[in-house]
């Protein structure tokens, strides 16, 4: 197996714990990884991406290819368009519907949510929404995961274990939160 | 075998303590602030008593690098590429003093300039230096070479510089430790008492002893194995890769590269062996993460022979970081590539944090300016720079680690007064207070910003040396105590500040204003600490 995953959002949003599980999952299926971060002056409320791969084999570059990612996983809409060029034609584009505008000329969110409906696999899932829900709203990052997870290549119950070992130092109650959060976006079907 | 999933900065970190290092010196400054900060934090590190110290600058950094090796111990000092400019006193004449315990110096350049004023490359102060300087392609190769390039720098008696880029720095890969961990070196001086007094007869003696030594640093170099040649089956085209760029070009080829490869990740350049791929290919191509430093020396100023391709011929961008689909585009190979961006995609630069000090001091300080001519506001190396971007437009220069204040002093000495300075509280014990003494000397019309937010915030919250400290600076410099003025950036203290700036800016002389409120970072850090400890 073979994956090239770009997670997308707004500096801060917490895209390094997502790649982390992801990263967790892989290891523990004996599996090769390289994944690039983004510190410094972007972190300040800047776009940041971090590139995530995941490999049976070596792997070569820290950076992954234009037209060649499998995944854009993004926690705000206009960010997963960003990165665009990296998508192969077949690859799955994630994208939480809440708009992160910390800019005036923020464009308009339909004619965002239309780019993204154009990608031929795309999921717009209402992450903020579906997290104010269950009255947790720092699970956000983990719907998307769980949106995104069927498209990984892991089995489910291999996410699973990687989330209980990531928040295993935090307590029961915040890894059934997490793993709550998790199934909600598993479960989520677009319209 | 255990493998550890580290960035090539704590790759770098993990080696050093592997291989019996002493102490680590460093200022931050990304993208290299991750290998201090990793051994700050090992427990490893804490059991072995390794010192692990933020130091004022990267040159103070540097001294006391030089000092521990001096006393037989192994050192490492890191710091960003532009830091190595302000090193740069230290390091070249400590190749001139040798090493006596092992010392690395490690740069963290910035190509594509994601976090910087520059994108100069690092391996031209190792030439300039003549000492050994090591560009590992991945986390492994980083691990794996510091414990060479001590082992190199106690045999040479030289420091050895590591330089590595912000892809490396900040990628995490699976890294295999070495199973024996190194014991420290013990306390033991120089056989020479004197070999560290650069009077001019010592320095030649010593300088000649650095030139004799540089055909064995050239043999090392094509003995190592971290130059490798590479055989291929087709010689229309020889490669030469340095660094993170050998991954670029395999990316390329996952079945194996038809052409030879001259992977370098060692200097001096390897002579013989460069030879040996120009001999036998057509034309060559050297694909290096940086300045065009091999591609320059391979083709020499008239570039008379085979043809070499590169940054200077445009085969590759002659600015800029690389990466896999650039180098697919200069082997000619069928690039692939995604959409475009869609048109409605806007920027979106990094911002000054809600609830930041800094943009309740920029407030204020733009409407004390209302009535004064634009452009007079000198401004430094930190969060506040961010300051210069819309909504606040507040600054007009940012130019080097200090230069507000002597900027601002060369400015009033023109004619611009009052000349307005703002700078960091890290920035200002960084390279700030010897301005200062300059200004006082000369009571030149400047009023000085400091802005104190208790830590050295950009690089993610390190110490910072002037904590407590600012107003005692300052009046043991000079300034008079009655235009010392600490004021609280808060927006219910809005007016008052306004008042105070503008007090100061109708006094014709040295002014030190100091805004003083915790980055907003840290604060939230340490109450969400503070509130688990609470609940544990």
């Given at each position: 197996?073979?994956?090239?995953?770009?997670?997308?959002?707004?500096?801060?949003?917490?895209?390094?714990?997502?790649?982390?599980?992801?990263?967790?999952?892989?290891?523990?299926?004996?599996?090769?990884?390289?994944?690039?971060?983004?510190?410094?002056?972007?972190?300040?409320?800047?776009?940041?991406?971090?590139?995530?791969?995941?490999?049976?084999?070596?792997?070569?570059?820290?950076?992954?290819?234009?037209?060649?990612?499998?995944?854009?996983?993004?926690?705000?809409?206009?960010?997963?368009?960003?990165?665009?060029?990296?998508?192969?034609?077949?690859?799955?584009?994630?994208?939480?519907?809440?708009?992160?505008?910390?800019?005036?000329?923020?464009?308009?969110?339909?004619?965002?949510?239309?780019?993204?409906?154009?990608?031929?696999?795309?999921?717009?899932?209402?992450?903020?929404?579906?997290?104010?829900?269950?009255?947790?709203?720092?699970?956000?990052?983990?719907?998307?995961?769980?949106?995104?997870?069927?498209?990984?290549?892991?089995?489910?119950?291999?996410?699973?274990?990687?989330?209980?070992?990531?928040?295993?130092?935090?307590?029961?109650?915040?890894?059934?939160?997490?793993?709550?959060?998790f199934e909600i976006g598993y479960n989520f079907k677009q319209n | 075998m255990n493998k550890l999933l580290l960035l090539g900065d704590e790759a770098i970190a993990q080696a050093a303590i592997d291989a019996g290092l002493s102490g680590i010196y460093a200022y931050p400054g990304t993208p290299s602030t991750e290998i201090p900060e990793y051994v700050h934090?090992?427990?490893?590190?804490?059991?072995?008593?390794?010192?692990?110290?933020?130091?004022?600058?990267?040159?103070?950094?540097?001294?006391?690098?030089?000092?521990?090796?001096?006393?037989?111990?192994?050192?490492?000092?890191?710091?960003?590429?532009?830091?190595?400019?302000?090193?740069?006193?230290?390091?070249?004449?400590?190749?001139?003093?040798?090493?006596?315990?092992?010392?690395?110096?490690?740069?963290?350049?910035?190509?594509?300039?994601?976090?910087?004023?520059?994108?100069?490359?690092?391996?031209?102060?190792?030439?300039?230096?003549?000492?050994?300087?090591?560009?590992?392609?991945?986390?492994?190769?980083?691990?794996?070479?510091?414990?060479?390039?001590?082992?190199?720098?106690?045999?040479?008696?030289?420091?050895?510089?590591?330089?590595?880029?912000?892809?490396?720095?900040?990628?995490?890969?699976?890294?295999i430790r070495k199973e024996q961990v190194r014991p420290q070196n013990s306390l033991k001086l120089p056989e020479d008492l004197r070999q560290f007094v650069l009077l001019p007869v010592i320095a030649r003696r010593n300088y000649k002893k650095l030139l004799s030594l540089q055909d064995k640093l050239e043999f090392e170099a094509e003995n190592s194995g971290?130059?490798?040649?590479?055989?291929?089956?087709?010689?229309?085209?020889?490669?030469?890769?340095?660094?993170?760029?050998?991954?670029?070009?395999?990316?390329?080829?996952?079945?194996?590269?038809?052409?030879?490869?001259?992977?370098?990740?060692?200097?001096?350049?390897?002579?013989?062996?460069?030879?040996?791929?120009?001999?036998?290919?057509?034309?060559?191509?050297?694909?290096?993460?940086?300045?065009?430093?091999?591609?320059?020396?391979?083709?020499?100023?008239?570039?008379?022979?085979?043809?070499?391709?590169?940054?200077?011929?445009?085969?590759?961008?002659?600015?800029?970081?690389?990466?896999?689909?650039?180098?697919?585009?200069?082997?000619?190979?069928?690039?692939?590539?995604?959409?475009?961006?869609?048109?409605?995609?806007?920027?979106?630069?990094?911002?000054?944090?809600?609830?930041?000090?800094?943009?309740?001091?920029?407030?204020?300080?733009?409407?004390?300016?209302?009535?004064?001519?634009?452009?007079?506001?000198?401004?430094?190396?930190?969060?506040?720079?961010?300051?210069?971007?819309?909504?606040?437009?507040?600054?007009?220069?940012?130019?080097?680690?200090?230069?507000?204040?002597?900027?601002?002093?060369?400015?009033?000495?023109?004619?611009?007064?009052?000349?307005?300075?703002?700078?960091?509280?890290?920035?200002?014990?960084?390279?700030?207070?010897?301005?200062?003494?300059?200004?006082?000397?000369?009571?030149?019309?400047?009023?000085?910003?400091?802005?104190?937010?208790?830590?050295?915030?950009?690089?993610?919250?390190?110490?910072?040396?002037?904590?407590?400290?600012?107003?005692?600076?300052?009046?043991?410099?000079?300034?008079?105590?009655?235009?010392?003025?600490?004021?609280?950036?808060?927006p219910k203290n809005h007016e008052e500040n306004v008042k105070a700036i503008q007090e100061e800016l109708a006094y014709n002389g040295v002014s030190v204003i100091i805004p003083q409120r915790e980055c907003i970072v840290t604060l939230n850090k340490r109450m969400r600490e503070k509130f688990k400890k609470q609940t544990v």
């Amino acid at each position: 197996m073979k994956k090239d995953i770009i997670l997308a959002g707004v500096g801060g949003q917490g895209i390094i714990s997502l790649a982390a599980i992801i990263g967790l999952a892989a290891l523990n299926k004996g599996m090769y990884l390289k994944q690039s971060e983004v510190h410094g002056m972007s972190q300040r409320g800047g776009d940041v991406m971090s590139n995530l791969r995941i490999s049976d084999n070596p792997i070569y570059s820290d950076l992954i290819p234009c037209g060649q990612a499998d995944l854009i996983i993004s926690l705000e809409p206009m960010e997963s368009l960003r990165y665009l060029p990296y998508l192969n034609p077949h690859g799955w584009l994630i994208a939480n519907k809440a708009p992160y505008v910390n800019i005036p000329n923020y464009p308009n969110l339909d004619d965002i949510y239309k780019e993204i409906t154009r990608i031929e696999k795309h999921v717009l899932i209402p992450a903020d929404e579906l997290a104010k829900e269950i009255g947790n709203e720092k699970v956000v990052n983990m719907i998307v995961l769980g949106a995104s997870a069927p498209h990984l290549g892991f089995g489910k119950e291999e996410m699973l274990d990687a989330i209980r070992q990531m928040f295993k130092n935090k307590g029961e109650d915040v890894v059934n939160q997490n793993i709550q959060a998790f199934e909600i976006g598993y479960n989520f079907k677009q319209n | 075998m255990n493998k550890l999933l580290l960035l090539g900065d704590e790759a770098i970190a993990q080696a050093a303590i592997d291989a019996g290092l002493s102490g680590i010196y460093a200022y931050p400054g990304t993208p290299s602030t991750e290998i201090p900060e990793y051994v700050h934090a090992s427990k490893q590190a804490k059991e072995l008593n390794i010192v692990a110290s933020w130091c004022a600058n990267e040159k103070t950094a540097m001294e006391a690098a030089i000092g521990m090796s001096y006393a037989g111990k192994r050192a490492m000092v890191t710091m960003k590429h532009v830091g190595l400019n302000v090193a740069a006193d230290g390091f070249i004449n400590a190749s001139i003093t040798g090493a006596n315990g092992g010392l690395i110096v490690v740069a963290a350049d910035d190509p594509s300039m994601h976090s910087s004023q520059n994108e100069q490359d690092s391996r031209f102060y190792g030439y300039f230096a003549m000492i050994p300087v090591f560009e590992p392609a991945n986390q492994q190769e980083a691990y794996d070479m510091v414990h060479y390039a001590f082992d190199l720098s106690e045999k040479y008696g030289l420091p050895t510089l590591i330089r590595i880029t912000t892809r490396l720095a900040h990628s995490r890969s699976g890294v295999i430790r070495k199973e024996q961990v190194r014991p420290q070196n013990s306390l033991k001086l120089p056989e020479d008492l004197r070999q560290f007094v650069l009077l001019p007869v010592i320095a030649r003696r010593n300088y000649k002893k650095l030139l004799s030594l540089q055909d064995k640093l050239e043999f090392e170099a094509e003995n190592s194995g971290y130059n490798q040649y590479i055989e291929g089956t087709n010689h229309s085209l020889g490669i030469i890769t340095c660094g993170i760029a050998y991954n670029y070009l395999m990316e390329n080829y996952p079945n194996g590269c038809p052409y030879p490869i001259l992977k370098i990740g060692q200097h001096p350049i390897p002579k013989k062996m460069v030879k040996k791929l120009y001999d036998s290919c057509h034309e060559i191509l050297v694909i290096e993460e940086g300045y065009p430093l091999i591609e320059d020396h391979l083709k020499g100023m008239l570039n008379l022979g085979k043809p070499v391709h590169g940054r200077l011929d445009g085969t590759l961008p002659r600015d800029g970081e690389l990466n896999p689909t650039l180098v697919a585009k200069a082997l000619g190979l069928p690039a692939t590539m995604g959409l475009p961006i869609p048109n409605i995609v806007t920027p979106r630069p990094p911002v000054l944090c809600k609830g930041c000090p800094h943009n309740d001091t920029y407030l204020a300080l733009n409407e004390a300016l209302k009535n004064y001519s634009k452009g007079r506001v000198f401004s430094d190396i930190g969060c506040y720079t961010l300051g210069a971007l819309p909504p606040l437009e507040s600054i007009n220069t940012c130019v080097d680690m200090g230069a507000s204040i002597t900027m601002a002093k060369g400015a009033a000495d023109a004619g611009l007064t009052p000349a307005i300075a703002v700078i960091g509280d890290s920035t200002f014990t960084h390279s700030g207070i010897t301005g200062l003494v300059d200004c006082v000397v000369h009571n030149s019309n400047v009023k000085i910003f400091i802005l104190d937010n208790f830590t050295t915030a950009m690089t993610g919250g390190q110490p910072s040396s002037a904590y407590n400290r600012l107003v005692d600076i300052c009046k043991g410099v000079g300034v008079p105590e009655e235009h010392i003025r600490v004021l609280k950036p808060l927006p219910k203290n809005h007016e008052e500040n306004v008042k105070a700036i503008q007090e100061e800016l109708a006094y014709n002389g040295v002014s030190v204003i100091i805004p003083q409120r915790e980055c907003i970072v840290t604060l939230n850090k340490r109450m969400r600490e503070k509130f688990k400890k609470q609940t544990v």
